[in-house]
């Protein structure tokens, strides 16, 4: 069955930064698009950035174009995110999921990202 799980969440100080990740399993990685989404406290979902199944097309938000970075590692089934220069309102569950803006299909269960000082 498919699988994302993230990992790599926790405390951060303004300015900081985290790097998270994704190990999928179940499907075939390098076959989809992957998407990170997050959810603030309180909030809705927000989508953060996607990336082509071959990493030849990526997008951001605008909140976060500049200071993340979405990658992944095909052999590894590994999608990852790069964050720096955290801000506060950068604090949220961040989920991993299959898919792009057409349509996310399958997700994780999330990593807290706490951005205080």
């Known amino acids: 069955q498919v699988q994302l799980v993230e990992s790599g969440g926790g405390l951060a100080q303004p300015g900081g930064s985290l790097r998270l990740s994704c190990e999928a399993s179940?499907?075939?990685?390098?076959?989809?698009?992957m998407t990170w989404v997050r959810q603030a406290p309180g909030k809705g979902l927000e989508w953060v950035s996607a990336?082509?199944?071959?990493?030849?097309?990526?997008w951001y938000s605008d909140a976060v174009k500049g200071r993340f970075t979405i990658s992944r590692d095909n052999a590894k089934n590994t999608l990852y995110l790069e964050m720096k220069n955290l801000k506060p309102e950068d604090t949220a569950v961040y989920y991993c999921a299959r898919g792009d803006h057409y349509g996310l299909d399958y997700w994780g269960k999330g990593t807290l990202v706490t951005v205080s000082s």
């Open positions: 990336i082509y199944r071959d990493s030849s097309d990526i």
């Open positions: 179940g499907f075939t990685f390098s076959g989809y698009s």
